[in-house]
Nanobody, 127 residues
Framework: QVQLVESGGRVVQAGDSLRLSCAAAERTFHLYAMAWFRQTPGKAREFAAAISRSGTNTLYGNSVKGRFTISRDNAKNTVYLQMNSLKPEDTAVYYC????????????????????WGQGTQVTVSS
C-alpha cells in the first residue's frame, strides 16, 4: 500500500492561488502515475488533474483546465497541484491518488484506475 499525505489546503479568497502537495512514502514513486481528484458533500469524486510517471504527460478536467497545473518531483516523491484564479466552486476536499504505470506516458482520469488514495485536504474558496 502506498501511503499518500496531502497538505496545503486552507481557506482562501476568490481569485487567489494555492499549491497543494502530496508526499508519497514510496521509494518507487517514479513508477507511479499520479492524480488529483476533488469531492464536495453529496457529489461524486471529480477528476481534476493527472500526470504520468515521467511527468511528460498531463491531463486536466474541464472545470480546472487553464487554471490548475499538476507537476511532480520524483527526487522528493511529491506531486503538486498549483491552483490559480480560484473560484468558490473549487471548494472541495482534494485527494491525491496513485497507480503503478507500465508506461512512461500513461495518464488516467477515471477514479477506478487508481489503487492508492490519500486522506484529503480541505480547500475552501470564499467569495
Amino acid at each position: 500500500q502506498v501511503q499518500l499525505v496531502e497538505s496545503g489546503g486552507r481557506v482562501v479568497q476568490a481569485g487567489d492561488s494555492l499549491r497543494l502537495s502530496c508526499a508519497a512514502a514510496e521509494r518507487t514513486f517514479h513508477l507511479y502515475a499520479m492524480a488529483w481528484f476533488r469531492q464536495t458533500p453529496g457529489k461524486a469524486r471529480e477528476f481534476a488533474a493527472a500526470i504520468s510517471r515521467s511527468g511528460t504527460n498531463t491531463l486536466y478536467g474541464n472545470s480546472v483546465k487553464g487554471r490548475f497545473t499538476i507537476s511532480r518531483d520524483n527526487a522528493k516523491n511529491t506531486v503538486y497541484l498549483q491552483m490559480n484564479s480560484l473560484k468558490p466552486e473549487d471548494t472541495a476536499v482534494y485527494y491525491c491518488a496513485a497507480r503503478i504505470s507500465g508506461t512512461e506516458g500513461g495518464v488516467w482520469d477515471e477514479r477506478s484506475a487508481y489503487a492508492h488514495w490519500g486522506q484529503g485536504t480541505q480547500v475552501t474558496v470564499s467569495s
